[in-house]
């Protein structure tokens, strides 16, 4: 189905604009590997891109106090910035289609804003944003918090005026709370049959597929 033109479009940024999934469970496996007796599967632990830190966490030490797994996020965010996103892709087509879309275009992802724009920055991506909204103290997606605060950014009044793209469960549901349009992009990290439970109202197998047809 082609994909209307909207004024507003808002991005999750991990595994939709940038393929960061070895610099994100690289740290984790870092953080994780003193406290398990066999080392973490790398698609087990790409499966929680997108969540909190301590989805994943808990499940893997569900023993653990809350002191515990916060000095845990520590040291996950210390090594996670240490490795400069030397590991970190963007996804091909992703430039060009932002380039190429109309309307106004701000993210709304689980990274804090600082690191997202750093990320954006490395890439060449933020002069094509009008607003960058991480999740900074509020909840996570699947939370609406941080497209609700997106959208707030960008100044618009009706969360039906906005396109939410994201590739995971967190994302559609997030969108579908926020009372957005959402779109699933299929090269990510979600799986196809999580997302489908939230109905996307339309899916892409490619960033340009965003771009409306004249």
Known sequence: ?????????????????????????????????????????FDYLQSFIGYHLDVCFQEVLPE???????????QYRGIYTGRGHASTKLYPGVKETLAALPGRKSTATTKGTPTTRIVLEMFDLLPHFDHVQGTDGFPCKPAPDVLLRSMQGLGVARPEDCLFVGDSAADMEAGRRAGMRTCAVRYGYGKAEDMEQWSPDYWIEHPGQLIPIA
């Open 1 to 41: 189905m082609p994909i209307p033109r909207f004024s507003n479009y808002i991005f999750d940024v991990d595994g939709t604009l940038v393929d960061s999934a070895i610099d994100i469970c690289g740290a984790i496996q870092q953080v994780l590997s003193p406290h398990v007796s066999t080392p973490l599967e």
């Open 64 to 74: 653990f106090s809350r002191e515990q797994l916060d000095e845990l996020i520590r």
